[in-house]
Structure formats: C-alpha cells, structure tokens
C-alpha cells in the first residue's frame, strides 16, 4: 500500500549530508511506490510561534500569521508519514525546523 510522505528537512546548508540523507530517503520510497514531498524548512519563512491560540480560526489557517507554515501544515493533513531529517546543533535541531516543530502546536488548539 503507497504512502504519501513529507519529508521536512532542516539544514540550512544546501546539499549538505541532510540534504543527500533526504534525498536518498526519497528515491528508495518513490522506487516503492510512494508519493514523497519534500519541504525545505531552513529555506522557508515560518517565523516561531506566539502563543496566541487563534490557531485554524480564521480563513482556515493553521496560523494567523502569514508564514510559509500554512503550505507546512497542508502538507501535512494530506501527508501519511512525515520523515525529519535534519542535523544536530548543540544537541537540538536548528532554529528554522524549530520553528515549524514548535508550530505543530496548531494541529492541537485547532
């Protein structure tokens, strides 16, 4: 059975072993059958969120504010996998796939 994945890849170096490791991951699973989306976070505007919890409440956003989050958040209702490949900064994710994790709070409030 195909799956739809999302893969969310974090590096803000392009082509750097992230990159090849995301890649590599979406050959294999197109070779299999699968549907694969691939969304660059570090190379995307998705400010942090604000707490606000106006989340989904307007125009069917996830967010309020307009970031490039909402075509995320798309991806991912539609998505059955979603992979993160991204690499380790002072044992944390970087700051751009941080900010698209963090807005994954959306999915709760709305």
């Given at each position: 059975m ?11 170096r392009r ?19 699968n ?8 190379h ?24 490039d989050f ?19 900064y002072?044992?944390s994710?970087?700051t ?15």
């Amino acid at each position: 059975m195909s799956k739809r994945i999302l893969i969310l890849t974090g590096s803000p170096r392009r082509g750097g072993n992230s990159d090849l490791m995301a890649d590599a991951f979406a050959k294999g699973a197109s070779e299999a059958g699968n549907s694969v989306v691939q969304f660059n976070t570090a190379h995307k505007h998705i400010q942090g969120c604000r707490a606000c919890d106006h989340c989904f409440s307007k125009e069917n956003k996830a967010c309020i504010f307009n970031d490039d989050f909402n075509e995320l958040a798309s991806l991912m209702a539609e998505s059955d996998v979603i992979i993160f490949c991204t690499p380790l900064y002072w044992y944390s994710f970087p700051t751009q796939i941080k900010a698209a994790i963090d807005k994954f709070y959306s999915f709760i409030i709305g």
